[in-house]
C-alpha cells in the first residue's frame, strides 16, 4: 500500500504518466474505442482531481463525494450532516446544477484555489444562518459552490454531486469526474433502487479501485426496514462488499420532496460519526486516504496496458484504411503504365487527329487531343481508385470520421488531373524546342546522326511527333520515325527517353497527388504508435516507484 508521505519521484512518475495519457487519442470508431475513451477521462480526472493533488498535499481534508441515483437523497443527507441547508434538496432538479462543496471554516484554503478540480471555476456565496439560508444560484457551467460550516470536522469536506443516471449528458459526465477527486465515497440509495445497475456500476467500479467506500441505504418505508436492509447486505456480500460501512435511513417526511431539507440528528449520527472518525483519527485518516490512493495506483497496472492496446488498435485500423488507399492507387498506377505502353491514349480524338496529321490537322490540334486523352486516361485511373477506396472503407466501421468524398469531388479531381496535364504539354514543348534548336547550327557542328533535309524542324512539329510517338504505343511507330528523320536517330533517341521520364514522373505526380489528398484526413487525425509505447514506458517508471 502506498503511504502518502510525500515522494517526489511517485509524483514526478504519476505526472509523466498523466502527460501520456493526455496525448492519447482515440478519433477511430472501433468497438473498444467508447470503453477505451471512458478509462481515458477517467485517468485523467483520477490524476488531476485526486491522486498527484493527495500525494503533494498528505495533510490536506478529506473529500468524501455524496453520490447516487437521481431522487436518491444526496442533497438531503449533505444538507443533514451540516446541521443546515446549503444544497438545493428535491426530486425535481434543474437542467443544470452546480456542485456544492462544503468544509470547515479553516479547511477553506485547501480548495478555494485548483488543488483539486482544477477544471471547475469558484462560486462564492453571502455567508448565511440557520435563520437566512442563501437560496442556491442560478445555476454555472464548469462551476463549484464552496460552503463552509463550524459543524464539520476540520479535516473534512462534503461534496454533492450530480445524479450519475441524470438525463443531462454533461451532468453525468461531471458527476463520474467529481466521484474521481474522492478521498471515500458515500454512495446513496433508495429502498425502491437499490438493486438499479447503475448504482451497482458505481460500487463495482469503487470495488475496483479498492477506494474507501460508504454505502447509505436512504427513505426505507419503518415497515420494511429490516427485510430491505437485510436484502441489501446480501447482494453486497455477494459482490465481495459485505466489509463495506453500512448505514439506513427511515423514510421521513423531511426526505419528501418540499420538506425542511433536513434530517432528525438521530438519523445521520452515525454516519457523521464515521466520517468524522476518519478525519479526526490519525491511523482512520491515513488508512482511508491510503487505502483510495494504492487502489487507484494498483489499478493502473490493468488499465493503462488496456488503453495501450486500444491506441494500438487504433493505430492498426489507420494503417489499415492508409493501405486500402496506397493499394488502390499503385495498382492503378501499373494500369496506366500498362494503358501507356499499348498506346491508350491515341484513341478517340487523339487517333482522329494523327491519322489526318499533318495534311488535315495542325500539331496544336493533335497536342490538344493527346493532352485531353491523357487527361482522362489519369482521371479514369483515380475514380477506379476512388471506387475502390469508398467500397472497401463502406465495410470499415473505423473510416466513419474520415466521411464520404465531397460532392463535387471528382469533378475537382479532373480540374487538377487537366491542369496537370496542360503543364506537361507545355514542359515537352519545351523540351523539343531545346532539341530543334540544337539541331539548328552550322552542318560542320551539327550533332551525330543524319537527317533527311537540311531544314530546320519546327518546335511544335517535333513536341506533336514525339508526344505522339511516346503515348501511341505501336499504332504510332511512323511519329517515331518521322522524328527520327527531322533530328537524327541518336537526337530522337535521346529525345524519347527524356519525354518517356517525363510522362512517367507527371503520371506519378498526379496519382500521388490525388493519393496523397485522399489520404489527408487519415493522416489529419495523427494516429501513430508512439503513446502506446509511451504509456508503457511510463507505467514502467511508475511501477518501479511504487
Known sequence: MVTLDERPQLIDALSALRDRVAAVRLPLPLPDTPRARQTRTELLAQLDDYLVPRLKDPDAPLLAVVGGSTGAGKSTLVNSLVGRRVSEAGVLRPTTRTPVLVCHPEDHHWFAGMRVLPQLTRVWLPQ?????????????????????????????????????????????????????????????????????????????????????????????PHQVIGEVSRQYAALLDKAGLGHVPRFTIPELPESACGGSGLLPESAVAELRAWLAHRAQDPAARQQAADRTASGVIDSLDTRLPELAGAVAAQYAAAVRLGGVVEAAYREQGKRV??????????????????????????????????????????????????EHVRDTWRREPASAPLGPPRAGADREAAERIGVAARRWRRELEELAEEEARGVDRPPGSRRSGSRSSGAVPEPDTVAALLATSLLGGRRARAAGERLAELLGAQTALRLRDKGGELVLSYVDRVLHAERDRRLAPLDALDVTPEPQAELIAALSVLQKEK
Do not use: F, Q
Not at 460552503?147 to 453525468?172: C, F, H, K, Y
Open 337 to 386: 503504365r500498362k494503358e501507356l505502353g499499348r498506346g491508350a491514349v491515341l484513341a478517340g480524338d487523339a487517333r482522329t487527329r494523327w491519322r489526318a496529321y499533318p495534311r488535315d490537322s495542325t500539331s496544336e490540334e493533335l497536342l490538344d487531343a493527346l493532352t485531353e486523352s491523357l487527361a482522362a486516361l489519369l482521371h479514369c485511373a483515380v475514380s477506379a481508385a476512388e
Open 128 to 220: 448565511a444562518d440557520e435563520d437566512h439560508p442563501v437560496d442556491e444560484p442560478a445555476p454555472e457551467e464548469n462551476a463549484l459552490r464552496v460552503e463552509t460550516a463550524s459543524s464539520l470536522p476540520r479535516g473534512l469536506a462534503l461534496l454533492d454531486a450530480p445524479d450519475i443516471d441524470s438525463l443531462v449528458v454533461e451532468n453525468r459526465l461531471l458527476a463520474a469526474e467529481l466521484i474521481c477527486a474522492a478521498d471515500v465515497w458515500v454512495m446513496v440509495t433508495t429502498a425502491s433502487r437499490y438493486a438499479d445497475a447503475v448504482p451497482w456500476h458505481l460500487l463495482r467500479t469503487a470495488k475496483e479501485y479498492d477506494a474507501t467506500l460508504v454505502t447509505v441505504l436512504d427513505r426505507v
